[in-house]
């Protein structure tokens, strides 16, 4: 079974954060922010990943540690469930549409990190969530899960729309990366033989 258990204690944030990459999409989420629990969710349920979150941070400062905090623990979460990435596909795309909202998610789990993130939020926040959060989530994760991850804004104007789509198109191309290359299940998929 490809799963993993995170724990990470800090004077911020106290976090406790269990995978499963072959799950149902099932959820327990609390993190104390509202639409940060909406957004796991969706990322679970569209990955097929069973996730567990539950976070106690100093929300009263603001949203900022917790967010990061969590997207570290879920990319070691990753890596700790990948192992050596032996048999697995490693790349995931996702053009996942949404009303009026586009957006392009694209993942290599190379194990270099780098985001490229070109995703334009009309509005500074979704409630009393800061939006530019959603960057610093997924910096954290791809540090921690080292790959390169792109994930780019095409069309919408709708910051909840589009910041649903990230996580929702997310989840479907970390599925497509770790899922098993049934051609290749016994290598890695690389030709240096390591990621």
């Known amino acids: 079974m490809r799963t993993a258990s995170i724990q990470r204690d800090t004077k911020e944030t106290r976090i406790q954060l269990t995978l499963n990459l072959d799950g149902s999409g099932r959820a327990e989420i609390s993190t104390g922010c509202g639409f940060l629990d909406h957004m796991l969710e969706l990322f679970a349920r569209h990955g097929d990943f069973n996730l567990s979150v539950a976070c106690q941070g100093d929300v009263q400062v ?74 610093e989530f997924w910096l954290g994760f791809v540090r921690n899960c080292p790959g390169s991850i792109h994930i780019r804004k095409v069309a919408g104007e709708n910051t909840h729309h589009i910041l649903e789509a990230v996580f929702k198109g997310m989840g479907r191309t970390l599925k497509a990366a770790v899922a098993f290359d049934p051609k290749h299940r016994n290598e890695i998929p690389s030709t240096k033989g390591v990621l």
């Open 62 to 135: 603001d949203y900022h540690h917790s967010v990061e905090d969590i997207g570290i623990c879920l990319g070691k979460a990753f890596q700790q469930a990948l192992g050596d990435k032996r048999g697995i596909v490693r790349y995931g795309q996702f053009l996942l549409p949404m009303d009026e909202t586009l957006v392009l998610c694209a993942a290599d789990l190379s194990g270099r990190n780098y985001l490229g993130w070109a995703v334009e939020l009309p509005t500074a926040k979704v409630g009393d969530f800061d939006t530019e959060l959603a960057q």
